[in-house]
């Protein structure tokens, strides 16, 4: 690998440190800050750049995360870009404005290093945080890597700020495995960044700053009148931004990405050697960079195998699923939260389809339980013994067992 | 060595760094052999003094940095206190983490001789190697208790010389620039000469044998208590203390009755009663150190200054009762007088 130099752009960063570089290179102006870990690195890493003067941005830093989730929104409603990262029980903390910033269509960003719910008092990583925000019309993205951290952010940034879409977003990563471990990551240059992401600009109906407050308060009092027989209106506008068009948008970003940076990750979700598997895993986060590699591995074994990687739980990448899925006959779908959603989600998906493949779902590597190759080739294994039988107990299962010495990787 | 992948393995106690230096390995890795790197981080407990182990991952392709090391050449202990864990086989991921180390190359914090540590516990053929960084990183960095990362780095890299010392130590600068990265660079100089080695160390002790397999389903408990008193890393006498000083009151100086803000205070509810003052109470106090983890905050918010830390030794030496330097291993956990 030596012959290869790498590029000075390359550096070696964590992705708390990568979701940083990528907010300063969205030119964020507000960061929220309070701190927790695994996430609070993020805020600190900005606060380092504003002190080298490569960021020009203010700090808010309240007294917890749900005056800090309201700050981000005003913020926002005044015209400003911000960040800020929390998760598990800040998240929680946070609960009423969350909600509050989906249905006002207010475009914030929000990063969650996952961690888990309390009790006990854990930091080791879960899904579970943001899958119960699935329900709240956020965008969520499930990030493998440093490397897709940063560029999420920057296509979050351009998917959510998009006048037909006007939606808050997750962009989610495992806590420790991906916030803390050290990746090369490419950082694109800020002249790059700036034609891909356009200034920040809300609608003139939305625009704090730019409204006549005197026409506003009126046309709202008139307004809180007038919702009563419009709710179901407002909440058909948010399905659809979110559904409709924040699918086709987060897509398009993604393309858009690949075309400027020369790199994407697959919009909604990505397909990886499936169009003759014969079973497939499904997986989010950074369960998928392990997955990839088994797929590889028992490829050259001759093994039909194939991965699919849903980038975004929220919206939920339906066709790419079914399509996915179209010639396997297991899929076995690993759930790293403790409520099985992605089996719930993929069920559902592929209700009512021609050519059902059998569906296992696994809970797997919950609090960093470690997850080797040997463990995806055994579930791999697993999900070939369901084909060969044509049975697929148990449906759901927790797979506890762990490599032991002696066992070959 | 797996598949051409090369596993260092970092195990300390949370505040000693490891973390930091597995970033600043890493970048080393990256810059000078151009190979994919991953690092994987497996954390202790929210509170101080929990262990933790980071493990980093040099390959020839994309890591997935999702498991830990299971064929290390490369393990550096931030504590020696650590190695009596794996003795004991008192935390199942230290011990593994530690003795999953067959042949290569392993580096301990410690004051001692690489000869007194041995035997050591486990199988392992290859070379020991100690150095006192707890003294040379506290003297470099005036900080109680410092964080040794980057004094080991630097005698890790005497032995091994996988990476340009001078190289890790300009990453060092860049990292921590000033008065902090200068004295970390010459903690690292001091230690890398400072290295005690000892090659051809064969310990065959036999494997120790850690259920970190879990049990099947059918065999966990009814139910877990999440009680402060059982829950690993608040056992009373918890294997997992580490910490070098303990605060003591000077009782002439307590003037407040019946409340202490400093008990109130407390992360870690170690529950000490100042109890001068109080009318029948003994004469002196009583600092529930079995949870102490150090963290003197106890000392900054005490009204009167009464409180300060003391060097542990020097606690014991003055006759304070309830206090030992000797990690607690093993013990049932019981209720508390």
């Known amino acids: 690998m030596a012959e290869a130099p790498p590029s000075t752009r390359v550096k070696v960063i964590t992705g708390n440190e990568a979701a940083a570089e990528a907010c300063r290179l969205a030119r964020v102006k507000i960061v ?45 409603q005044a015209g400003v870009r911000s960040c800020f990262s929390t998760n598990s029980e800040g998240l929680v903390f946070a609960y009423q404005p969350l909600f509050w910033a989906a249905y006002a269509r207010v475009p914030i960003l929000v990063h969650v290093a996952h961690r888990a719910m309390e009790p006990p008092t854990m930091i080791v990583t879960d899904d579970h945080d943001t899958i119960i925000f699935r329900d709240a019309h956020w965008i969520q993205y499930f990030c493998e890597n440093p490397q897709e951290v940063l560029d999420t952010t920057l296509q979050a940034y351009r998917v959510i700020e998009d006048h037909e879409v006007l939606l808050p977003v997750f962009v989610t990563y495992a806590g420790w495995e991906v916030s803390h471990s050290s990746f090369p990551v490419e950082v694109p240059a800020q002249e790059d960044v700036d034609r891909y992401l356009p200034p920040f600009r809300l609608p003139p109906e939305l625009d704090f700053v730019a409204m006549d407050f005197r026409e506003y308060y009126g046309k709202r009092r008139i307004a809180s009148i007038g919702w009563v027989h419009e709710y179901m209106e407002l909440r058909y506008k948010v399905d659809r931004a979110l559904n409709g068009t924040g699918r086709t948008r987060i ?49 050259a074994e001759g093994k039909p195998v194939g991965m699919l990687k849903v980038r975004t ?97 | 060595m797996i598949g051409g992948t090369k596993e260092v393995t970092l195990a300390c106690m949370s505040g000693q760094g490891s973390v930091q230096t597995m970033e600043l390995l890493a970048k080393a890795y990256y810059e000078q052999h151009g190979m994919y790197v991953g690092s994987l981080v497996f954390p202790g407990s929210r509170s101080k003094s929990t262990p933790v182990v980071s493990y980093l991952k040099v390959s020839s392709r994309p890591v997935a940095a999702i498991s830990a090391n299971y064929e290390p050449s490369e393990v550096v202990v931030f504590w020696d206190g650590l190695l009596r864990v794996v003795e004991k086989a008192a935390h199942p991921v230290v ?30 053929e290859g070379t020991l190697a100690t150095v006192d960084a707890s003294e040379i990183a506290r003297r470099h960095l005036g900080r109680n208790p410092p964080p040794v990362g980057v004094t080991l780095l630097g ?37 890398s000469e400072r290295v005690q080695v000892l090659q051809g160390v064969v310990s065959a002790r036999g494997q120790v044998h850690i259920p970190l397999a879990p049990k099947a389903p059918e065999a966990l408990p009814e139910w877990y208590p999440l009680d402060k008193e059982t829950m690993p890393g608040f056992r009373q006498g918890s294997p997992y203390i580490w910490r070098d000083e303990v605060p003591i009151c000077e009782d002439t100086k307590c003037l407040c009755k019946h409340t202490c803000l400093s008990e109130a205070m407390c992360p870690d509810n170690t529950g000490f009663i100042v109890r001068a003052g109080i009318e029948g109470a003994r004469q002196g106090y009583r600092i529930d150190v079995d949870y102490c983890r150090g963290c003197r905050i106890c000392v900054e918010v005490c009204v009167y200054s009464a409180l300060q830390m003391v060097p542990e030794k020097e606690a014991i030496a003055r006759g304070y009762e309830g206090i030992t330097v000797e990690p607690y291993l093993g013990k049932q956990p019981s209720r508390r007088a």
């Open chain 1, 313 to 409: 739980l929220r919206p939920f990448p339906t066709e790419e699923v079914r399509s996915a899925l179209r010639r396997a006959r297991v899929a076995v779908l690993l759930d790293r939260n403790p409520v099985s959603l992605l089996f719930q989600e993929v069920r559902a998906a592929l209700y009512g389809q021609p050519n059902q493949p059998l569906v296992l779902g696994r809970v797997v590597a919950l609090g960093g339980r470690d997850l080797t190759s040997l463990d995806m080739r055994e579930l791999a294994e697993e999900g070939f013994e369901a084909a060969r039988t044509g049975k697929g107990e148990p449906e759901v299962s927790w797979r506890f067992r762990v490599a032991r010495e002696g066992d070959r990787r």
């Open chain 2, 95 to 124: 011990t593994e983490a530690i003795s999953r180390l067959r042949r290569g190359l392993l580096l301990v914090n410690s004051a001692s001789a690489p000869a007194d540590l041995l035997p050591l516990p486990w199988n392992f």
């Open chain 2, 155 to 191: 005698a890790s890299l005497a032995i091994t010389r996988a990476l340009e010392l001078e190289r890790v130590l300009r990453l060092v600068r860049e990292r921590f620039p000033g008065t902090v990265g200068e004295a970390n660079v010459a903690a690292a100089q001091e230690a």
């Open chain 1, 32 to 76: 929220g800050f309070f701190p927790i870990g695994p996430s609070d690195e993020v805020g600190e890493s900005l606060v380092q750049m504003m002190k080298r003067g490569e960021l020009d941005a203010r700090v808010i830093d309240l007294e917890n995360e749900r005056s800090v989730v309201n700050a981000q929104i005003v913020a926002t």
């Open chain 1, 251 to 299: 897509v398009e970003a993604d393309e858009e990405f690949r075309r400027v940076f020369g790199r994407g990750w697959g919009g909604l979700g990505e397909l990886y050697r499936t169009d003759d598997a014969e079973v497939v895993l499904v997986t989010m986060g950074n369960v998928a960079a392990l997955a990839r590699h088994t797929v590889d591995d028992l490829r």
